[in-house]
C-alpha cells in the first residue's frame, strides 16, 4: 500500500535526519569538552593569575617551545595578560569606531540615499564583507602600516620607546582601522535590515506631527531598531574577537601591552591577540606544555563568544513585549 | 516551469519615503547628523574603491601567466621562486571537500530543523549548536580538527609518522573541518528559503498523497534551488577565504605532498597550500616573504572570491525579500531578524 510505506519512508527520514542533527549537536558538545580538557593543565599549574600580568609573553612561549624553563618557574609558567589586553584594545577600538560609522551608513542607506547612491553602496558593502582576511592583512602590512610609519610616528616618538618596543607601523591603530573595515559591512547590513523593517506608520506618524525626518530617525527607528543594533554589535564582536589571521600579519606579531599612559605613543605601540597567537604558535601544538597554553587561549576565546551570544540574547528579552524579534 | 516557479516572488517591499523635504530648516545638529551620513556613505565606497584599485595595480603589475602553471619553489629570489600552480590546485581540493560534505549535510540539517523539529528542545538546541559554529572562531576550530584527526583511527585521512604518531595535517582534514565552516551558511539560506514557501503547497502535496519525505525530494527543495545554491556559493566563498584552518591542517608545505602511491588518495592524505596561505607565507608576516607574489596571488584569490559573490546575486537576484543586503544578512546569522505583528 502507498500510504503505508510513505508512512515507513517518512519515518525513516526524520530519523536519519536526526541522527545528523544529534551528530553536529555531539560535534560541538565534543569540540567544547575537548578544548577545555586540554587548556585544563595550563588553568590548574598557573590558577588564576593565568589571566594577570607578568613577565614577557613570548619569552614564555617560547621557553616552552624549546622545554627549557624560565629561571625560578614551572615550564608551564605562563601569563597571558598582554594577550588578553591586546584582544580587548583591538576589539574594543575597532568595535566602537564600527558601531558609529555603521549606524550612520545604514541611516544613510535606508533613508537618505537617492536610488543610484543606494545601488552603488550595497554592492560596495557586499565587496567589503566578501574580501578574505588574508587580504586584508596584505593590505594593512603592505599599504597601511608603511604609510602609518611614514607619515604619523615621528622619529623623536620612536626613540622616546626604543629601549622597550620598536615602533615600525603595524601597531594597535593599523589593527583597528583593518579591523573596523572588516566588521563594519556586517554591522551594516544587521542594521539596515532592522531599519527597513520598522512599521512605516511609526514613522508616518511622527513626520505628521511635524518631526523632521533626522529626528524621526533619531528617536523612532533607531530607538526601535536598538536590539538589532545589539545583536549586530554582539556579532561584529564576535567576529572580531576570533579574527586571526589578518592580526597576525598586522599588529606588530610582538606580545607587548600597549600601555595607556604612554599618551598618543600608545596608538602606535604593538599588540598581539589571543586568536593571533594561536595561528603563530600552531606550530608548537605537539609540545605538550605548549598545545595546553594554546588551548587555554581558545578556551577563553569560546567562553568570550558563548558569553557575548548570551549578552545578545538577555539584551533583546526585554523587547520582546513588543513584538519584536531581532 | 521556471526553477522556483512554486514560490511566487515577493514584490521587494514599497519604502514610501517621505517627498524630499530641504534640510535647510533644520536645526544645525539635525543638519550635521544629515552629512556625517552622506560622508559615512561616500567614505566606505572609497574605502572599497581603494582596496579594489590597489589590488588591481598591484595585482596586474606582477601577475603573469607563467605564475598559473608554474609549481612554487624554495628561493630566496622572487624571479625563481616559480609560481601558484600548487595554491590554485589546493584551493580547489579543498573547496571540492568541503562543500561535498557542507551541501548536503547543511541541507538536510535545515529541512529536519524546518520541516521535522521534533522534540522541539533538540531542534532549539541544535539551532544553538549552528549558532555556536557560526560564533566560533575559525582558529579554534582548525586546533579542534588538528587534535581530532591526530587520533590514531583516523590515522588514514593522514600521513603516520615512524615512530606510529598520527600527524594529523592534511588535505582531508582542512577540508572535512571547512565543511563545518560552511555549514551555518547553507543551514541558513535552506531554513530562510523553506520558510518562504507558503503552506497551501505543502498542504497541496499531501492532499495528492504525497508523504512528507517524498514532498520535501520533489516539491520543496526542487522549488527553493537557487536559494540553496546561493547558500552553498555563499559557503564556498567562506572556504576560499579562510587562512586560519589551512595553515594548521594542512600542514603547508609549499608543493602538494601526496603520501603513499595510490594517486588520488595519496594526494588527499597529503599535504599542501591553498591561495591564502600561500599569500600569508608570502607576506612580510610570513616565511617567504616575497611581496609580489603575495600581492598577485591576492589578486587572484579576490577576483574568485568576487566572481562567486556576483554569482550569488545572480541566484538571489532581484526575487529576494529584503533588499540586496540580505544574502549578506543571512550570512550572518542563521535565525531570521524580523518584526512579528
Redesign the interface.
Known sequence: M??RS??R??Q???R???A???A??V???A?IV??FV?AWPSFSSNGLSWFGPGGNVDTQLRAMQESTPLPGHDISYFRAWPLIWGTLLTTVFAVVLALV?SI??A???????PAP?RR????????????????Y???G???LAPLINQHLISNGRKQSVAYVVQLNGADLTTATVILA?MI???M???I???L??V??PWREGS?ALGV????TI?RVSLRTARP?IV?ATV?AT?RA?????ML???SG?RGFAANPLDGLTFLFEPVRPL?AT??QQ?EG?TIAPLAHT??AM?AV??VS??L??FAGWAAKQPLKQY???? | MEAGGLVPAPAR?I????RR?S?A??PLI??I??W??????I???L??LA??V??FVKGIAYLRPALFVKSPAPSLQQSQSGGFLDPIVGTLIITAIGTVIAAP?GV??A???SE?G?PVS??R??ES?????A??????????G???FSESFLGFLSQNAVNGSVYGRSFFAAGIVMA?LA?PLIVGSTREALAQVPDRVREASYAL??????T?RWVLLPSIRPQIASGIALGM?RI?????II??LLGVTLTTEGVGSVPLIGTLRGTGSTL?SY??NN???GEGNA?QK??AA?FV??MV??A??ALV?RLTGGRER????????R???SRR?????
Not at chain 2, 36 to 41: Q, V
Open positions: 502507498p500510504r510513505g508512512r519512508e517518512d525513516r527520514t526524520e536519519m535526519l536526526g545528523l542533527a544529534i553536529v549537536l560535534l560541538i558538545g569540540m575537548t578544548v586540554n560609522v550612520l551608513a541611516v544613510f542607506l535606508t533613508e537618505f540615499a547612491v552603488t553602496l550595497e554592492p560596495v558593502i557586499r565587496l567589503l564583507a566578501g574580501v578574505p582576511s588574508v587580504v592583512g596584505l593590505i602590512i603592505l599599504a573595515v563594519t559591512p556586517i551594516v547590513a544587521l539596515a535590515g532592522a527597513e523593517s512599521p512605516l513626520v523632521n525626518r533626522w529626528r533619531v538589532a545583536a556579532l564576535a574577537l576570533g579574527e586571526a589571521i597576525a600579519m598586522v606579531g586568536a594561536i595561528v600552531s601544538l594554546i588551548y581558545a576565546l569560546l563568544a558563548a557575548l551570544s513584538g519584536i524579534r531581532a | 517591499p519604502v514610501v519615503r517621505p523635504q534640510s530648516s533644520w539635525d543638519r547628523g544629515y556625517l551620513c552622506w560622508a559615512t556613505g567614505a566606505l565606497c574605502i572599497a582596496i579594489v590597489f589590488m549535510a538536510a540539517l529541512v529536519w530543523i521535522y521534533r533538540l531542534a538546541a541544535v549548536a549552528i549558532d555556536v559554529i560564533g566560533v572562531p575559525s582558529v579554534v576550530l582548525a586546533i579542534f588538528l587534535l581530532v563545518i555549514l498523497g504525497k508523504s512528507r519525505a517524498s520535501i566563498g576560499i577565504g579562510d587562512t586560519a595553515t594548521i591564502t599569500v600569508y607576506s612580510p608576516a611581496p603575495a600581492y591576492a584569490l579576490l572570491v568576487l562567486l559573490n546575486t529584503g533588499g540586496r543586503l540580505s544574502a549578506l544578512r550570512a550572518l546569522t531578524p524580523q518584526w512579528t505583528r
